[in-house]
């Protein structure tokens, strides 16, 4: 699949009939490992409950640890491989999975092995990251104290063999800027390098905190100002930006107009998980980043595949180039404005990961 001028020494010419082809899409933002769903409380929330008074009541992220918990290890694989099955049809050749369903030693590693065996299962590279540190969970409510140092005393020695990245939800009701510190500094001294759930409830600081620790990557954002965002600048702090939430949760969009004027890297991600945002395709997050963001249809694209790439630190990836893995996307269509403009269609037509045809299918419409 080279230019004309390859053709004579490719070694198979694929013709897509003037279909466009895009970089395979990198997730760079997953909670993909999780017993249960969330529709019940979901329809609650369109109701006019809060996301915030139901895991305050016990609910929310706790239903979910306890469902990961129930779950065999079996089992977490087999659920895993099947989102990771529709992902990858829909062209996602690298995704970023994370713990943080288990809040025990024992689960938050059974989650990292099942991330990876689905991916094996599935023929998607897999990047993973500890989230040891999503809530204090119940149990811990009224020892908090205990619970950080349970994530940094026992479950990082066990999970950090397990991850490439550490990862905080620092956020009202989550955790704080100082224990969040504490957690990543232990995470960077068992080889993990920083990305964090930033300024998504409220704004905390938590951005300039990552600037600090030198995070790959800040994510959410919804509540990111224009003095951070020259920070991210500055330091290549990578914003993933991730619109399935800010569908799913009916809030503000985050303002993406600041951070594309500041200069940062920008990244779009499904953030697939069954509270905030159950959302699995790259396809349909590219049309909610133009939709929802107001972003280009060539920035959302670049987002979802060089920017993804970049924030899980796969530079090998994420572009269409001679010196890059073949990982691309064949979509049904001339041109990628079709993904937010047929918004509601299937756009994949084929996809080639590592050079190898994974799947072509003849879903036309002409
Ligand atoms: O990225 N913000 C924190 N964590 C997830 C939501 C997890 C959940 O509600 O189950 C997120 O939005
Ligand atoms: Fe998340």
């Known amino acids: 699949m080279?230019?004309?001028?390859?053709?004579?020494t490719a070694e198979?010419?694929?013709?897509?009939?003037?279909?466009?082809?895009?970089?395979?899409?990198?997730?760079?933002?997953?909670?993909?490992?999780?017993?249960?769903?969330?529709?019940?409380?979901?329809?609650?929330r369109l109701g006019g409950e809060s996301y915030e008074a139901i895991f305050a009541a016990g609910g929310g992220i706790m239903s979910t640890v306890r469902a990961t918990r129930d779950s065999g290890a079996e089992e977490l694989v087999e659920i895993t491989a099947s989102r990771l099955a529709r992902m990858a049809q829909a062209g996602t050749t690298t995704v970023e999975i994370k713990?943080?369903?288990?809040?025990?030693?024992?689960?938050?590693?059974?989650?990292?092995?099942?991330?990876?065996?689905?991916?094996?299962?599935?023929?998607?590279?897999?990047?993973?990251?500890?989230?040891?540190?999503?809530?204090?969970?119940?149990?811990?409510?009224?020892?908090?104290?205990?619970?950080?140092?349970?994530?940094?005393?026992?479950?990082?020695?066990?999970?950090?063999?397990?991850?490439?990245?550490?990862?905080?939800?620092?956020?009202?009701?989550?955790?704080?800027?100082?224990?969040?510190?504490?957690?990543?500094?232990?995470?960077?001294d068992h080889g993990l390098r920083p990305r964090l759930h930033a300024e998504q409830l409220a704004h905390t600081g938590a951005v300039d905190l990552a600037v600090e620790l030198d995070a790959i990557s800040v994510d959410h954002l919804d509540h990111v100002t224009t003095d951070q965002a020259a920070a991210m600048a500055g330091a290549g702090t990578i914003a993933v930006l991730v619109p399935g939430?800010?569908?799913?949760?009916?809030?503000?969009?985050?303002?993406?107009?600041?951070?594309?004027?500041?200069?940062?890297?920008?990244?779009?991600?499904?953030?697939?998980?069954?509270?905030?945002?159950?959302v699995e395709l790259m396809t349909t997050v590219i049309a909610l980043g133009s939709l929802l963001y107001g972003m280009s249809v060539e920035?959302?694209?670049?987002?979802?595949?060089?920017?993804?790439?970049?924030?899980?630190?796969?530079?090998?990836?994420?572009?269409?180039?001679?010196?890059?893995?073949?990982?691309?996307?064949?979509l049904d269509a001339p041109h990628p404005v079709h993904l937010s403009y047929r918004v509601d269609r299937r756009p994949v037509y084929g996809v080639i990961r590592a050079g190898q045809i994974r799947c072509m299918v003849m879903e036309t419409e002409r």
């Open 99 to 188: 713990s943080g369903y288990g809040l025990d030693v024992e689960t938050e590693a059974r989650m990292l092995e099942a991330a990876a065996l689905a991916g094996d299962h599935v023929g998607v590279d897999v990047v993973r990251t500890f989230l040891g540190a999503h809530v204090v969970p119940t149990e811990y409510r009224h020892r908090r104290d205990a619970y950080v140092s349970l994530v940094i005393e026992e479950m990082l020695p066990v999970c950090a063999p397990l991850a490439e990245f550490v990862d905080v939800f620092c956020d009202r009701g989550a955790f704080d800027l100082d224990e969040t510190r504490a957690i990543v500094e232990a995470g960077i």
């Open 12 to 44: 198979s010419i694929i013709d897509v009939e003037g279909r466009s082809v895009l970089p395979g899409f990198v997730d760079a933002h997953t909670h993909l490992v999780y017993g249960g769903d969330r529709a019940e409380e979901f329809g609650r």
């Open 245 to 278: 939430v800010t569908l799913q949760m009916r809030t503000d969009a985050p303002d993406v107009a600041a951070l594309r004027e500041a200069g940062v890297t920008m990244a779009l991600a499904s953030d697939a998980n069954p509270g905030t945002s159950n």
């Open 299 to 330: 920035e959302a694209v670049w987002a979802a595949t060089r920017g993804g790439a970049l924030a899980v630190d796969r530079p090998d990836r994420g572009r269409v180039s001679p010196t890059d893995r073949a990982d691309l996307v064949v």
């Open 2 to 8: 080279g230019s004309a001028d390859d053709a004579d």
